[in-house]
């Protein structure tokens, strides 16, 4: 006898859902919004947002102006819902032609899902320095610190101090500590768009490590990193 064997339904739980609302409203409402236009033939619809995700279908509610403020939503199902990832792609299909029925070029989720699009998949597992490369960046950095806050130097520091003075030290230590902020910035913002289109390749847990690790390293830890986005 001949066995069939069918395709398991994938859920959407209530916090991939919860998740996906947030991604999409909060990084693409310019998006959003050309899908209202366009779909929803709705040319001054200025604010719209995804009030609800189902396996099978996805609601965009939006706000445009007549005499007054006025809402309005429409429900779009979606084609083969395969998980998160899935709806993102679809949502990126309106965008697009959204944006081209409109004449507007590049829109933002477009753009993203191409970028990663084109990106092999790699692992995005974090990696730490080496013990030199971490007990030289803490050495130098609380070296500076010191020069830069301590008015009265340990005696065989005293010839640091009459090189570089300490206004000096306070200003370059003040550089390296927003550079490494900026770093750490940037590895969220990477690893977020990551997540985003590619979740099996980056967890919130590897994305705090790459910004605490920028944070703390800088590039003796990111490089790493930007070489596997490379």
């Not at 209530?14 to 999409?24: G, H, I, M, S, V």
């Not at 947002?49 to 309005?72: A, F, H, M, P």
């Not at 030199?132 to 640091?160: C, D, I, N, S, T």
């Amino acid at each position: 006898m001949q066995q069939v064997y069918r395709k398991r339904p994938v859920k959407l739980s209530n916090q991939d859902e919860a998740k996906l609302k947030t991604q999409l409203n909060n990084n693409y409402p310019e998006d959003l919004v050309l899908i209202a236009q366009h779909f929803g033939s709705q040319p001054t619809a200025y604010k719209a947002q995804i009030t609800d995700i189902t396996t099978s279908s996805l609601t965009i509610e939006w706000e445009y102006r007549t005499t007054r403020v006025q809402k309005d939503e429409m429900q779009f199902a979606l084609r083969d819902f395969e998980g998160p990832l899935s709806v993102i792609e679809e949502v990126g299909d309106l965008v697009a032609e959204a944006a081209l029925a409109l004449g507007k070029t590049n829109p933002k989720l477009v753009s993203d899902k191409k970028m990663l699009d084109q990106r092999r998949l790699v692992d995005f597992g974090f990696v730490l320095p080496s013990v030199l490369v971490m007990a030289g960046v803490f050495l130098g950095l609380g070296l500076l610190g010191y020069l830069a806050f301590a008015r009265e130097l340990h005696p065989w520091l005293q010839p640091l101090r009459l090189a570089v003075s300490q206004s000096t030290c306070y200003y370059v230590f003040v550089f390296c500590v927003l550079v490494h902020v900026l770093e750490a910035c940037v590895a969220c913002a990477v690893c977020e768009l990551i997540k985003t289109f590619q979740p099996q390749q980056m967890s919130t847990k590897t994305q705090l490590q790459w910004t605490v690790g920028g944070a703390l390293f800088g590039m003796f830890c990111l490089h790493v990193f930007m070489a596997k986005n490379a």
